[in-house]
C-alpha cells in the first residue's frame, strides 16, 4: 500500500485507462443522445421509438465511499458558488456507496428532471441503469424524478414546462409537504 493513501489501494495508469474504457463502453447507448434542451442546458433525447419499460443507458461513475462523496459535494458548493455550476452528478447506491457520474463519457449525466417523467432509474446491485417508464417517441427529451429532497427547494427551481409541473425540484414524495409550505393547499400541484 502506498505511504500517504488513507488505507485506499493506489493502481497503475494502465489499469486506470482500461476501467475508462470499460465504463466509456458501457455508458454507450443507440437509444439516445445529447442535443439542446428545452427545459435547461443540454438534455438527451431519444433517437428511435422507445417502448415501456426498455433498458435505455447506463448511468456509469466511479463509485465512491460517502467520505469522499461528502467531500465531493462540498467541492461542487464551493464551484458553484464561484462559477454558478450547481450540477450535481452524485447518485446514491447504498448507505456506504455512491457513483459518482460527473464524467464526459456519462452521457445519462445530462439527463434533465422531469415533474412528469418518461423514464427512471433503477438499480441493480452497484448499477444504475435508466429505464424507460411508458412508451416515448423519437425526438423526445428523457427525464427522469431526481428525487431531490425538499430541503432548499427554492435553490432548484423546475423549468420541465409540464401541465403538473410543482414549480421546484422536489421528490414526488414530497410534492404534499411542499404545497402545504408554498400554502397552496394539498391538491394544488401546480407551478403558479
Ligand atoms: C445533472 S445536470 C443535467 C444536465 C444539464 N441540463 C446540463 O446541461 O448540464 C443537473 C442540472 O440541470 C438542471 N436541470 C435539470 N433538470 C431541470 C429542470 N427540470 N428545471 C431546471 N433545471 C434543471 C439543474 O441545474 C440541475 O442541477
Ligand atoms: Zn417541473
Request: with cysteine; aromatic share 8%.
Amino acid at each position: 500500500m502506498a505511504k500517504g493513501t488513507k488505507g485506499k489501494k493506489t493502481i497503475t495508469e494502465r489499469e486506470l485507462h482500461k476501467r475508462m474504457l470499460e465504463l466509456w463502453e458501457r455508458g454507450k447507448s443507440e437509444l439516445c443522445e445529447v442535443r439542446v434542451s428545452e427545459i435547461h442546458g443540454r438534455g438527451v433525447y431519444a433517437t428511435r421509438d422507445i417502448p415501456a419499460e426498455e433498458k435505455i443507458i447506463e448511468y456509469v461513475g466511479e463509485l465512491i465511499d460517502k467520505d469522499e462523496s461528502g467531500q465531493r459535494g462540498i467541492d461542487q458548493a464551493e464551484k458553484a458558488e464561484l462559477h454558478g455550476d450547481a450540477a450535481v452528478y452524485i447518485f446514491t447506491v447504498s448507505k456506504k456507496y455512491d457513483i459518482d457520474g460527473n464524467f464526459p463519457w456519462n452521457t445519462a449525466r445530462l439527463i434533465n428532471h422531469s415533474c412528469e417523467p418518461n423514464c427512471e432509474a433503477w438499480q441493480t446491485g452497484k448499477r444504475i441503469h435508466i429505464h424507460s417508464l411508458r412508451d416515448i417517441k423519437e425526438g423526445d427529451e428523457l427525464t427522469f424524478d431526481y428525487g431531490f429532497d425538499i430541503e432548499c427547494y427554492e435553490d432548484h427551481p423546475c423549468l420541465c414546462g409540464r401541465a403538473g409541473c410543482i414549480g421546484y425540484i422536489v421528490s414526488r414524495e414530497q410534492w404534499d409537504q411542499l404545497d402545504e409550505r408554498l400554502g397552496r393547499g394539498k391538491y394544488a400541484g401546480k407551478a403558479s
